[in-house]
Nanobody, 123 residues
Framework: QVQLVESGGGLVQAGGSLRLSCAASGSIRSIDSMAWYRQAPGKQRDLVALIGSGGSANYADSVKARFTISRNNVKNTVYLQMNSLKPGDTAVYYC?????????????????WGQGTQVTVSS
């Protein structure tokens, strides 16, 4: 079994910063990509940033130059540094990992999700 546990959300004023963390644990064989998604009330869940196993990263246009995704492959942890936050960034942020497991044994990566953490940016 695999768990993804997020932390670091909260309330911040516009222009402020937050750092989200997500640690994956359990019977993990290998992790391909790790990513952050967000979902605002009444809207679909959208990709914010994704980082591959080699460290290459992609960002949604709306967060480029403000957010930075990084990962620690030893700790199976992904981070999202969010700067210059705007009220439009308010959402529940979800961690995603595409990985294979030992128990049950798998060789094709599957998606796992965290429980979500609320980020609220006040104007």
């Amino acid at each position: 079994q695999v768990q993804l546990v997020e932390s670091g959300g909260g309330l911040v004023q516009a222009g402020g910063s937050l750092r989200l963390s997500c640690a994956a644990s359990g019977s993990i064989r290998s992790i391909d990509s790790m990513a952050w998604y967000r979902q605002a009330p009444g809207k679909q869940r959208d990709l914010v940033a994704l980082i591959g196993s080699g460290g290459s990263a992609n960002y949604a246009d709306s967060v480029k130059a403000r957010f930075t995704i990084s990962r620690n492959n030893v700790k199976n942890t992904v981070y999202l540094q969010m700067n210059s936050l705007k009220p439009g960034d308010t959402a529940v942020y979800y961690c995603n990992a595409r990985l294979t497991t030992y128990l049950p044994i798998s060789f094709t990566p599957s998606d796992y999700w965290g429980q979500g953490t609320q980020v609220t940016v006040s104007s």
